[in-house]
């Protein structure tokens, strides 16, 4: 019922920003938790971020806190992922996902943005 459509990717240098987007459609994910995930190549997908539906709960993978931050703005059926101090280990395919009930199984995947910090 829910497509989710990264955007905002890009190459950027080390130290710089970057904020990618994940748009919702088909119905509204307010009430969903959303994540954002990310796999370099040769890697496992990781975990990097998460937000709870009130917005009020956050949780980072200790890889990335105190860089990036997770929003969502509900209006406009999206949600964010500011990525500031990059590095190139931060190089990678980021994917949004979303979950109706917190604590389950992501059950909407989205297709995923390139990110490539160079150094």
């Known amino acids: 019922q829910v497509q989710l459509v990264e955007s905002g990717g890009g190459l950027v240098q080390a130290g710089g920003s970057l904020r990618l987007s994940c748009a919702a459609s088909?119905?509204?994910?307010?009430?969903?938790?959303m994540g954002w995930f990310r796999q370099a190549p040769g890697k496992e997908r990781e975990f990097v971020a998460r937000?709870?539906?009130?917005?009020?709960?956050?949780v980072y993978a200790d890889s990335v806190k105190g860089r990036f931050t997770i929003s969502r703005d509900n209006a406009k059926n999206t949600v964010y992922l500011q990525m500031n101090s990059l590095k190139p280990e931060d190089t990678a395919v980021y994917f949004c996902?979303?979950?109706?009930?917190?604590?389950?199984?992501?059950?909407?995947w989205g297709q995923g943005t390139q990110v490539t910090v160079s150094s």
């Open positions: 937000i709870m539906a009130s917005g009020a709960i956050t």
């Open positions: 996902a979303g979950t109706y009930y917190s604590g389950a199984s992501y059950a909407y």
């Open positions: 088909g119905r509204t994910v307010s009430s969903f938790t």
